[in-house]
């Protein structure tokens, strides 16, 4: 009789089991990986057109997940200035994407058509103009969305650029 207490336990396991065990730690492992290289947060990007003496320039998030902040600014560029006002159309189906806290700064002036959401403000002074969409993504978001933004100049579209959100677990 041994003293052990380790006798008559097997060691050996099965050869599934194994692999199984593996797989599950390099799954970790990837993660643990992807997030100390910061892969799993929000990334933006810029997406730009010059038309019509405009530029348009949006900051957007390019990879998202739900429930964090997300930027999206746009710039809006025009030797000149403005005139009275400045009128922005975005898409509203992405729009939808996000929990907002508003405009800054706060259009004068705001209405949606369809898919297309109005803002316009009071033209400030100066060629350049920038408003930021404070938000985040909404907790229940699972899938991205293509948007746009466009300058107006009165019913005529003098600037668009599109760009496309994907929203990661």
Do not use: C, N
């Amino acid at each position: 009789m041994s003293d052990s207490t380790t006798a008559g336990i097997r060691t050996a396991s099965h050869p599934a089991t194994v692999w199984a065990r593996r797989a599950t730690l390099g799954a970790l492992s990837v993660a643990v990986l992807a997030a100390l290289l910061t892969l799993l947060g929000v990334h933006s990007s810029t997406a730009s057109v010059s038309s019509d003496g405009y530029r348009l320039d949006v900051v957007y998030p390019r990879v998202a997940r739900p429930g964090l902040d997300a930027p999206l600014q746009v710039t809006v560029t025009h030797p000149g200035g403005f005139g009275k006002a400045l009128t922005l159309a975005v898409s509203g189906h992405y729009l939808d994407l996000f929990e907002s806290q508003g405009f800054r700064p706060s259009p004068s002036d705001e209405t949606r058509a369809g898919d297309t959401y109005y803002l316009t403000f009071s033209a400030p002074p100066g060629d350049s103009f920038r408003v930021y969409f404070d938000a985040y993504i909404q907790p229940a978001s699972q899938a991205g969305r293509d948007g746009w933004v466009e300058v107006m100049d009165g019913d005529t579209v003098v600037a668009r650029t599109s760009f496309s959100t994907t929203i990661l677990p």
